[in-house]
């Protein structure tokens, strides 16, 4: 894959980042913005630079990680994943391209000032030659900015210099009589005027020198402009009248013959033009970058990938953006669209810093930006709440607008890219959730591990072998002394529906006096307290709920040969769906012969009583435990990386030995291997049932010709379903 060279110094970064600001935002929105705010459109401008800051410190470091052409949309991308991605490439590339558009039509009523021609066709001509200017180069691009920028800046510092000293502060008087409402709104209309800030992170792949370069020119530009921003409104708003300034569709002509001489009011008019000419220029520049990251990563057509061999610029999708914004000068109607623009900015500005704290979250070994922003989080969460306010003033249609624009990106991500297969890469916010549910898992399994006072249930019947029921309570001898707890043995008779329950009650079996026998000898040789007793109903099942909840119990544990299988599930089954604890199905299960133990996770965070019972065992009988976890196949770099930190932090909770092993398949292969691989398995009810009872097809992979003990676990307190679904999609 070519590269493209890294030929932009600081010098070029800061025109191109000041000339992206200073166009239509200085010339023909202070009139505008007047009528909402008054004097304080001054202020409006401060405040609007103060709410764009933290985008500017967020796409500085984000930029310094990330020094590759594609600026918002590679980091929206890479934070949020590709959905969020395309969103942010197709919405910043139609803004961009558009707000060219607009800076090349709006500095219409400049020329008229000068010449009386035709504004689209000089427009389309202008538009051409900067377009084959961007396909020359970077460099020379970055050259023809720094001569503009210059040319243009001095002419603003003579306007402000010269007009200073005629200012009249009584054309402030009544300040704030717009009331909040009035600034906060023409805050939101000149933010578009800092849009271009940022925009030279997405050259940031052609910046020498990027962890040096960058922050400078992102930061360095934003507070010029700003300063020249609020120096040259205070200097209009002190030298004209609020009416000729408010019904003109060029402010800064009418200031500067306020102020100027006539020569100055002339040169005032070329810096109009060479700064408008300027921001579209800037706007081509960064604008087609979107498109070329958006190719290299998978999310738009290869063409968009193509790097000229003479010239080392992204042709085809500079050509492809010259074209849509000579469609745009041509046939779109400017004004509105233009509101549309600021009210996305404002959205992707908002998203910039959720994206840097998705990386801060994260864990993508990758990110290791040279600058970092201060004062972390607390920019960020003020830029995010501040664009929200914004938008609230924004107005109905531009908010609609956007809604348009996220829409359409959408559709194209999930016809071009999710239909073919996706791309295989997730946002670092998705692997920051993931942490934040990890530990959460983490905290609850800690939790269910050091819980006191456990009560275990242990559920056979007459019909149950001595061997078996051995076997149960042991296992149930094993939770109990971990948790400081104790372990009720109960036997369920079952009698027909004719027969009084107080009379069978009454009479002791041969089946029931050797259970009793059993039982005593068991409780007078164990540490941990045994109760016993039997318990006679004419329903099995519902006896054995009943009786959990009536003694409290914390788990339950059961035979799988329990009950009768029938074409609706066995009696277990049922008592697994009702029971008002966890419920422990045991199969197999021989002390003596337990030396590995595996757990399997069931596509989400290891479920706590699995944990809690893996390690029970394996501490009573010295056994190891290893827990499996699949990721499927060629997982993300921040998925292994959370992964092996949650299960790192999950085998610190126990006391038995641990193993832990991330498959790279799915769920049932990992099962097989864990089958293969230890003594017991323990799974849990889903993954029991699956191929068995959900599909009704093939054998069932956790049991069928296996020479292990398999415990399932059902249980209590499962998540929500939205709650799950979200575990489910991050692990």
């Not at 087609?288 to 057509?301: E, N, Q, T, V």
């Not at 036997?491 to 002791?508: G, H, K, M, N, Y």
């Not at 379903?721 to 692990?731: S, Y």
Request: one cysteine or more; aromatic letters at 8%; hydrophobic letters at 50%.
């Amino acid at each position: 894959m070519k590269e493209l060279e890294r030929d932009l110094g600081l010098p070029s970064v800061l025109a191109i980042s000041i000339g992206a600001m200073v166009g239509s935002g200085i010339f023909i929105l202070p009139g505008l913005a007047m009528k909402m705010a008054g004097p304080a459109v001054v202020f409006a401008y401060f405040l609007a630079a103060v709410l764009v800051l933290p985008a500017a410190l967020s796409k500085s470091e984000m930029a310094t990680a990330m020094p590759e052409a594609g600026g918002t949309y590679l980091y929206i991308e890479r934070a949020m994943g590709p959905l969020f991605g395309t969103i942010a490439g197709v919405g910043t590339w139609f803004s961009l391209t558009f707000k060219g558009a607009l800076a090349l039509v709006g500095g219409a009523p400049y020329l008229v000032l000068l010449l009386d021609l035709p504004v689209t066709p000089l427009a389309i001509g202008v538009a051409v030659l900067l377009i084959v200017l961007n396909v020359v180069g970077a460099k020379q691009t970055g050259q023809m900015q720094v001569a503009i920028v210059g040319i243009m800046l001095a002419v603003l510092l003579w306007f402000i210099v010269g007009g200073a000293p005629t200012v009249e502060t009584a054309r402030f008087d009544g300040f704030f009589d717009s009331g909040i409402d009035g600034i906060l709104g023409a805050t939101g209309f000149v933010f578009v005027s800092y849009a271009g800030v940022t925009k030279v992170a997405s050259v940031a792949e052609e910046v020498e020198n990027p962890g040096r370069n960058l922050p400078l020119g992102i930061l360095g530009s934003l507070v010029i402009t700003a300063g020249i921003y609020v120096a040259i409104v205070t200097v209009m708003v002190g030298v004209a009248d609020k009416a000729s300034l408010t019904t003109t569709e060029t402010p800064m002509q009418v200031a500067a013959g306020n102020a100027l001489p006539a020569f100055g009011v002339l040169a005032v008019i070329a810096a109009a033009l060479l700064a408008l000419i300027s921001t579209a220029n800037a706007g081509i520049l960064s604008s087609s970058r979107y498109p070329f990251a958006m190719s290299r990563d998978g999310l738009a057509p290869d063409l968009f990938e193509t790097i000229s061999d003479r010239f080392e610029t992204p042709v085809n999708a500079i050509t492809i953006t010259g074209l849509v914004l000579l469609v745009l000068i041509a046939f779109v109607p400017i004004e509105d669209i233009a509101k549309l623009a600021s009210a996305f900015k404002i959205l992707v500005f908002i998203l910039i810093n959720v994206a840097l704290i998705a990386f801060r979250q994260g864990s993508i070994e990758s990110y290791d930006p040279s600058f970092e922003s201060p004062l972390y989080p607390l920019p960020q969460v003020v830029g995010i709440v501040g664009g929200i306010v914004l938008l609230r003033y924004i107005g109905f249609v531009p908010l609609v607008g956007a809604v348009v624009i996220t829409a359409g990106s959408m559709v194209w991500y999930y016809l071009f890219v999710y239909r073919r297969g996706g791309v295989n890469r997730e946002g670092a916010m998705t692997d920051a959730l993931r942490r934040s549910v990890g530990r959460d898992v983490v905290e609850q399994t800690e939790s269910e591990v050091d819980t006191d006072g456990h009560e275990v249930l242990v559920a056979v019947t007459d019909q149950t072998p001595p061997a078996v029921e051995q076997s149960l309570i042991d296992l149930a001898t094993d939770l109990a002394r971990t948790r400081e707890g104790g372990v009720r043995v109960a036997q369920f008779d079952e009698v027909p529906d004719q027969t009084p329950l107080p009379q069978s009650a009454d009479t002791l079996t041969e089946a029931d006096q050797a259970f009793e026998t059993r039982l005593a000898d068991r409780a007078t040789d164990s540490e941990i307290p045994i109760r016993y007793g039997e318990v006679v109903s004419h329903d099995t099942r519902h006896a054995v709920v009943n009786y959990a909840s009536e003694v409290g119990a914390d788990t339950l544990l059961i035979d799988r040969s329990t009950g009768s299988d029938t074409l609706l599930g066995s009696d277990s089954d049922w008592i697994e769906r009702h029971a008002p604890c966890d419920v422990i199905e045991v199969s197999g299960l021989d002390h003596e012969t337990v030396r590995r133990i595996a757990v399997v996770t069931d596509e989400g965070p290891f479920d706590p009583s699995k944990v809690g019972l893996a390690d029970a065992l394996a501490s009573a009988v010295d056994a190891t435990i290893t827990f499996y976890f699949p990721v499927g196949v060629d997982p993300a770099e921040s998925r292994r990386n959370t992964t092996a930190d949650y299960l790192t932090e999950l085998a610190e909770l126990c006391e038995a030995p641990v193993e832990t092993e991330i498959v790279e398949a799915d769920s049932d292969s990992a099962i097989a291997r864990a089958t293969e691989q230890s003594d017991v398995l323990i799974v849990s009810g889903v993954q029991r049932n699956l191929t068995e009872r959900l599909f009704s097809r093939g054998s069932d992979i956790i049991t069928t010709g296996r020479k292990h003990a398999t415990l399932v676990v059902y249980g209590a307190n499962k998540p929500g379903r939205l709650r799950r679904a979200v575990e489910q999609r991050l692990f």
